[in-house]
Every structure is written in C-alpha cells, then in structure tokens.
C-alpha cells in the first residue's frame, strides 16, 4: 500500500480537486483505493456524495486499537472508498498532542489498511501543523500542487525548509495548478528554476471551468470530462505519479471471483 | 448482516443484465456500468491428478492480465496464486511457490493440458439511493463453456455477485433477501469446474489409468471377458493421440499396460474366446508391445536420469550431459517410428478389428468351453491355480537363491496381480485388500530386482557406444560406470530382502485370505 499526501500551506490551490481526481483514476486503473478527508470543511466528501461525520476523531486519534475499515465509505466508483471528513477535525492538533508519538498516529491508524487497498490518498487542509508533520511522516510521496505566482514559490520554499529542519525524507513533486498560460507572472515563475530540493513535474493543471463544475457534479473530473483539457492533464498527471511513486501495478483479475 | 453467497447467486437463463436492472427498479436505481470480457481455463493431467487430489487449476485472464490459481475444488479459498503468462505445461516452469510445489508433486511426469475454457463477460450495475448515491454494487456474469471436442459454446447459468459497499450495509441486506428469499436464487457453487466440464459432455475423472470394471458373478464368462476387453480397448484408444503427439510419457505407459492387460487377459482366462482368435490376437497385440517397446525404454531412462545425476558426487553429474544428449536424440528417432507405426494400416486395422470381435452378436469358430459358465467359478480356479503355482515356485526361488527363478516368478506374480484387477469386482474387497498390498510388496522386490539388472545391462550397452579411442568421452563412460555400480548394487539389496518379502506373502494369514477368497468349494469346471 502507497499513501499519497496532496498538500499545500496554501488554501484554494487544487489540493481537493487534485485528490479526488487522481483517486478516482488511480481506482478506474484497478487499484483499490481509499481517499481521505482530513480537511473539516469537507470539499472531498461532498465531491464524492457522502455525508460527513460529526465528532468522530476523539476516538479514532485517542483508541488504540481503533478500526479505522468501519467508518470507510463506498463511493459511486468501484475500487474508490472514501474516509470522511468529520466535523470535529478542527480539533484534530489537540487530539493528536495527547497520544504517546504524536506524529505517526496517522501512519498507525493506516497500516492496517494496507489489506484492503493499494492506495491511500491524503487530502489535507492548509497550513502547517501537527497534522500535516503526520501527513509528511505516513506519505510514500508529497503531492505539491502550486500555482505559479512568486508568492507561491515562497510558501514552497518554507515547507522545503520545515521538512528539512524536521529531518523529514518524503519526496516532494510539486506541480503547477491552476495555470493561466495567458498570464505573463504563470509563463515567467514556471520558467524559472525552482528549488532544488524539490522536483518539478512536467504535468501542469490548466485554469478550467470544468474543474469548478465539480461542485454542481459532485464528481470527479476524470469521470464527467475524461476527454476535457483539465480531464486529459488529470490523467497525464496519474500517469507521472504512478511512475514516480512506483509498486503501483493493478491486478484486474482480483475482482473475479473464480 | 446477511452471510452473502460469494459466488453469486445463479440466475434464470433469460435473466439478462437489462432484466436484472429493470427488476431493481431500471434508471434511477439501477445502473449498468462497464462490461469487461475474461476468460477461464481449467488444467489438469490427463488423468486428473489435481482433482482427483481435491484440487483445480485455473488460469484467469483479464485485459493483460494472467493469473494462475490453485484451488480446493469444494471451497471459495485460493490456495495460491501466481502472475503467469502463456499456457502452463510442464510444472517445472511454473513459477517457484506453492502452487509449483503442490502441482509438481502431484504431476510427477504429466503434463498439464487445458480441458476447457470458460469466456465470460462481467458487468458492473450499481444500486443507487433516494440521493443517486451507491449504495451497493453488483457483478453479473455471463459465460461460456468451450472445448475443441464440441463445435459450439455451451453456455452456463448466469450470475450475480452482490458486492457491498462500505458503510451502506443494510442496502446489501436488502439485496440479499430480496434474491435469495423473494426470487429463491440458489447460491452459485464455489467450483466452476463441474459446471463448466459438463457443460462440454465430460465429466471430471472421465479417464483413470485404473482398470475398474463391474461384473456379477454369475454372469457368463464369455460376456465378462468382452466387457474387460471393451474397457481395455477403450483405454488403450484414449491414450493412442497423446503416445502419438508424446504429450508426456505417460500416454505411452497406458497404452502398453492396457496391451499388456490385453494380452494377459487371453492367454490366462483359458477356453471362453474361440481359441483361433485368441491366437491371433495375443500375436497381434504382442505386435504392438513391440513397436512401442523401444520408446518407453529411453522414457523410463530419460525420466529416471535426474534421479541418477544426484546419486552421483557433484563433480561427476556434468559427465552425465552427452549421455542425455543421446538419450534424447535416440528418443527423437524412436518416438517418430512409433508415430507412424500407431498412424500405420496395421494398427489401426488391430483396434477396429479387436472392437468388431467384441461387440459381434456372435463370434465366429468354436466357441470355448467355459464360455456359458459363471464367470466367478471360471476364475476363480484360474486364480487358484495361478497362486498354488506362484507359492511352490515361490518357495523354490527362496531356496535356491536363482535370478532365473526370480524371473520366472515375477511373470506369474504380474499375472496373478492382473488377474486379480480384473476381476476385483467379484470378490469382499475387504479380504482383496490384503492380497492385494502383499502381492504387490512381493512385486516391487522382484521388479526391483530384474530392472536393476536390465539398467545396469542398458547401461553397459551405452557405455560401449561410446567411441572408446576417444579421450574426451572418458568421463562419460566413467559416470555410465558408476550408475551401472549403483544399479548391480540395489539389485543385490532387493535379491537381500526377496525372502523376508517372499515370507509375508506366504504368511498363514495370507494363506487363509486366498483360500476363502478363490478356492471353488463346488469343485472343479470340468
Ligand atoms: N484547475 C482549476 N481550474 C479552475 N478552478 C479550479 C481548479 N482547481 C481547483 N479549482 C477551484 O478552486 C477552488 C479551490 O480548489 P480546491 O478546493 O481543489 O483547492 P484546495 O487547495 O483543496 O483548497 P482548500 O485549501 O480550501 O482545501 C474550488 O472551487 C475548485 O473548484
Ligand atoms: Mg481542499
């Protein structure tokens, strides 16, 4: 099992739409996957159709032997699960302080996921925190979807060094999102060299229309568009993935049951 | 929740997938999704090795996808299974695991061969709520049989698999009600194979090397006589193909023991069969023990040259690669002579002719003597007979310690032991069984003993056509040596232990067992 953080500092970059998508290719392939929702405010949870929780993370970051399958949900999508978003995540710092090794309680509760699927999707809420020092300590990979604005670069740059001052080894693919190629500051920051601490990949995820549909969907991209700009750089971008993150091969025959 | 039937539930033949949406209340509520084509094909021996061990091997095709699985032929469980391209054939090149393991034990020198394959199409329907969100999915499948042996597809019973979907439980026990106790869909069994196999008109264990034929004791000898003939024709035909292609090398043995059966058959179940046919025919098949004797002599050579290799030190089994070289380049010849020996006007007009004498209303010339009797009184004496000859001679070859004995007592043993198989069905099994084990130790110890002798002989034979003036081959012929060593050495082993077997089939035990067993308390036939 591979676990696959998408992660910005930054809000409103991608992060959820970047999740969903890839997920939703990465199950339509044949791996089973599992997404989940770490951000309260639920954006991934509703894309997918399913009802967030309410206060459920008190036991989940407290219980030791708290099953993690039993709050799974089915999406609409064969091989896609969804861990909800629950409410009370807000909290999720707080809750995560108490345990014993605050920053691998995530990778804890997940490991025995790893019977069930191939892979696992984080789609985390901005900001830098104990969560997200979880997140970078359970992820195979780091998703950086950035938009290409000086700003941006900064706010890469600042994870760069939080990780690396945190001796933290998860390697990074930033890519471009939201790309405006009519815009001069997108053309000039993607140009320039970036920090080489982190590598760059060549997929960018172009401003699209489609991609805010996904609200009035209430699906992926990659399932209404498949053929659409933003839904052929989705799959460009699963394909850049898979290879990078690697030991991800689909087993079609396993969901026969001969 | 509901025990969900992993296979499925087997549906009527006209439920369609489109039928199967509409019930579940068509758009809205029931989507069909994507269908994707597979395709199944069991292995086995081709005399069922695996099954008749419990076990099916199937290989699984999807897209690009192939997959070997090893599983019970009564549970849902896969055993193993492994990535595998290509048909499988010979277990040696399966890939390392316990599927090789169980498989190649169980094989030994069979081959595998497909015995039918299985095309399906699976699609995907999913079952919505109120808000238009899944809350279960559903696999259906339809299929089809397919085999060489049968011009058309047969299909089989569709399926549905219900697959739950996480957090939506009580849908799927909806579901599952709804099948199982409001359309009474029965459960799909756990094993295609059964299904599949009969769809194509076969049935699994349709071949056994085993000779099994029923017979009553009262019958008249003549038609028992035909009907072990008729089984033994029968099996000597199915393997004729795969001797003829040497699929593997067991095709070959069968045939020469259904032969040889055949012929100890005539000579010893004296005066039923018109005497003139017995005559012909015992030289006819003699024929066919002929041309077929040369190509199993390099098989039993060939097979056993592993074992011979590691009972050698290491830095000797090198020497043993020309000798295999030849082996192999002889068998070549040999098996193409044998080809067209079992393609000749000859033999085929052997097995036709044989089936026509065997299935005539009457058989031309006299018509033996016992042939109206019971054939249990006819036989008995013969067995009677047979093992009051193999006891005397028994006890001779034990005193006299003579290798010419021991043959000779070895040819009445395979007689008796063949005799018995034949006739297996007329007799308390219970008290069978341990004439049977006994005969057979004592059988093992003389065949143990005169093969040993042969192989060393074989060997030698090899050895001197080497091109002795040649250098090079002088590690050959010395490995050659040290197998025809090892050979004279466990055929003293087993000369050693001939008495100590020979006394347990002479115990008193036995003694009583074959009494009570074969001697005619009405007297003798004549
Ligand atoms: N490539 C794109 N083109 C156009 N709009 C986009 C694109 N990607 C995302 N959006 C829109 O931008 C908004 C923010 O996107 P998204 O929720 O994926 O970002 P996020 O990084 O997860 O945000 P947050 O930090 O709030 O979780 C959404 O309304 C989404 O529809
Ligand atoms: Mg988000």
Not at chain 2, 268 to 296: H, M, S
């Amino acid at each position: 099992m591979k676990i696959v953080g998408v992660y910005n500092i930054k809000g409103g970059v991608g992060k959820t739409a970047t999740a969903v998508n890839i997920a939703h290719l990465a199950a339509a392939s044949g791996l089973r996957t599992l997404i989940w929702d770490l951000d309260p405010q639920a954006a991934a949870t509703f894309y997918l159709r399913v009802k967030p929780k309410i206060k459920r993370s008190k036991a989940m970051l407290r219980d030791k032997k708290y099953d993690l399958d039993g709050v799974v949900k089915g999406s609409d999508f064969t091989d896609l699960d969804l861990l909800p978003a629950d409410f009370s995540y807000r909290n999720m710092d707080l809750l995560l302080g108490e345990n014993k090794k605050p920053a691998l309680r995530l990778l804890k509760l997940l490991r025995p996921m790893s019977e069930h699927y191939d892979l696992v999707v984080l789609d985390c809420p901005p900001s830098i925190s104990l969560v997200s020092e979880n997140i970078f300590r359970a992820a195979d990979a780091l998703l950086l979807p950035t938009i290409p604005t000086t700003l941006s670069l900064r706010t890469m740059e600042q994870l760069l060094d939080f990780m690396e001052g945190h001796d933290l080894k998860a390697p990074v693919y930033a890519f471009y999102s939201m790309v405006d190629r009519r815009k001069r500051l997108h053309q000039d920051v993607m140009a320039s060299p970036g920090d080489p601490r982190c590598a760059v990949l060549e997929t960018t995820i172009p401003y699209a229309t489609e991609v805010e549909r996904m609200g009035l969907e209430r699906r992926p991209v990659t399932d209404y568009a498949p053929r659409s700009t933003a839904g052929r750089a989705y799959r460009q971008l699963w394909d850049e993935i898979r290879d990078k993150v690697g030991g991800l091969r689909p087993r079609r025959v396993a969901s026969l049951p001969f | 929740m509901t025990d969900l039937p992993q296979h499925g539930f087997l549906l009527p033949q006209a439920m369609s997938v489109d039928r199967l949406a509409a019930l579940l209340g068509g758009d809205g509520a029931c989507d069909v999704d994507d269908s994707a084509a597979f395709s199944l094909r069991f292995f086995d021996s081709f005399d069922w090795r695996l099954y008749g061990a419990g076990l099916t091997l199937l290989q699984l095709n999807v897209a690009q996808d192939s997959e070997l699985r090893l599983k019970p032929v009564d549970g849902a469980e896969v055993l193993d299974a492994a990535a595998f391209d290509g048909t499988p054939q010979w277990p040696a090149e399966l890939p390392p695991g316990a599927l090789h393991d169980r498989v190649a034990e169980l094989l030994d020198m069979r081959v595998l061969l497909p015995i039918v394959e299985v095309q399906g199409t699976a699609t995907d329907l999913r079952v919505l709520n109120d808000d238009a969100k899944t809350v279960a999915r559903l696999q259906y499948l339809s299929m089809n049989s397919h085999a060489p042996s049968v011009d058309e597809p047969r299909s089989l019973w569709p399926r549905v698999r219900l697959l739950p979907v996480k957090g939506y439980d009580s849908a799927l026990d909806e579901l599952a009600r709804f099948f199982a106790a409001d359309q009474e869909w029965p459960a799909a069994p756990a094993c295609l194979l059964d299904e599949a196999v009969a769809a194509i008109g076969r049935e699994p264990g349709d071949y056994s090397s085993k000779l099994d034929v029923s017979l009553k004791p009262d019958m008249p000898a003549l038609d028992a006589m035909r009907k072990i003939f008729l089984t033994l024709l029968d099996t000597l035909e199915r393997n004729v193909d795969g001797t003829r292609a040497n699929l593997d090398s067991e095709f070959l043995h069968d045939l020469r023991v259904a032969t040889r059966r055949t012929r100890s058959a005539l000579s010893q179940v004296k005066r039923v069969l018109p005497d003139a046919i017995v005559d012909e025919y015992k030289q006819r098949f003699a024929w066919v023990g002929q041309i077929t004797g040369q190509t199993r002599d390099l098989d039993v050579f060939l097979l056993e040259l592993p074992r011979y290799r590691d009972s050698l030190p290491a830095a000797m089994r090198g020497d043993l690669d020309l000798l295999q070289r030849r082996l192999e380049d002889a068998h070549v010849d040999a098996q193409r002579t044998l080809a067209d020996a079992l393609d000749s006007a000859p033999f085929r007009a052997l097995l036709r002719d044989w089936r026509r004498v065997l299935e005539a209303e009457s058989l031309p010339g006299e018509p033996g003597w016992f042939a109206d009797l019971p054939i249990k009184r006819v036989v008995s004496q013969r067995i009677w007979r047979l093992y009051r000859r193999v006891i005397k001679d028994g006890r001779a070859a034990v005193h006299s310690g003579e290798p010419l004995a021991m043959h000779e007592l070895r040819k009445d043993c395979k007689k008796l032991r063949y005799l018995i198989e034949f006739f297996r069905s007329l007799y308390d099994p219970r008290l069978l069984k341990g004439t049977v084990k006994t005969l057979k130790a004592l059988l093992d110890n003389l065949g143990e003993f005169q093969d040993k002798e042969v192989q060393a002989l074989h060997l030698r034979e090899l050895a001197a056509g080497f091109d002795l003036g040649d250098a090079a081959v002088l590690p050959n012929v010395l490995a050659i040596g040290a197998l025809a060593a090892d050979s004279l050495r466990a055929q003293e082993a087993a000369h050693g232990r001939f008495s100590d077997c020979f006394a347990t089939f002479d115990s008193p035990r036995n003694r009583e067992r074959y009494k009570a067993l074969f001697k005619s308390p009405g007297g003798s036939t004549r």
